[in-house]
């Protein structure tokens, strides 16, 4: 169970880290702050710089507490607040299916995360 909840939060934690890399510093094929601020803008999340920097912050240190199994209620109110944002502002409207660009993945995000918190993050964690 220990090495199980290992791959899931190095997993999950670290791809959500390397989404808020992508909008803080452009990495990975990301936009940086200016890029992504124009394009949260452009779907009514203003003002634009300060909310990526937010959401940015969010799945960065949340990702990374995540991984590390470090203050998990902490990294789970982080990772799955940009998630629920996400849902409302971004994929909500259009249906449940990923393939719609739905909601679908957030919400298995969403459970990823909050049902490792509530198991706790395992033996090999922080």
Same mark, same amino acid.
Not at 4 to 7: E, S, Y
């Given at each position: 169970m220990n090495a199980?909840?290992?791959?899931i939060r190095l997993v999950v934690g670290l791809l959500f #880290?390397?989404?808020g890399a992508q909008k803080l510093f452009g990495w990975f094929g990301g936009y940086g702050i200016k890029g992504t601020?124009? $394009?949260?803008?452009s779907i009514g999340i203003k003002p634009g710089v300060p909310m990526v920097i937010l959401a940015g912050?969010?799945?960065?240190v949340g990702g990374l507490l995540f991984a590390a199994g470090l203050f998990l209620p902490? #990294?789970?109110v982080l990772l799955i607040g940009a998630m629920l944002?996400?849902?409302l502002k971004v994929h909500g409207s259009n249906g449940? $299916?990923?393939?719609?660009?739905?909601?679908?993945y957030n919400l298995v995000l969403i459970?990823?995360?909050?049902?490792v918190t509530l198991i706790g993050a395992g033996e090999f964690s922080f």
């Open positions: 199980g909840l290992l791959v #880290a390397g989404h601020a124009g $394009w949260m803008e912050l969010a799945e960065l902490v #990294a789970a944002v996400a849902i449940l $299916w990923a393939t719609n660009n739905g909601y679908e459970a990823v995360v909050l049902g």
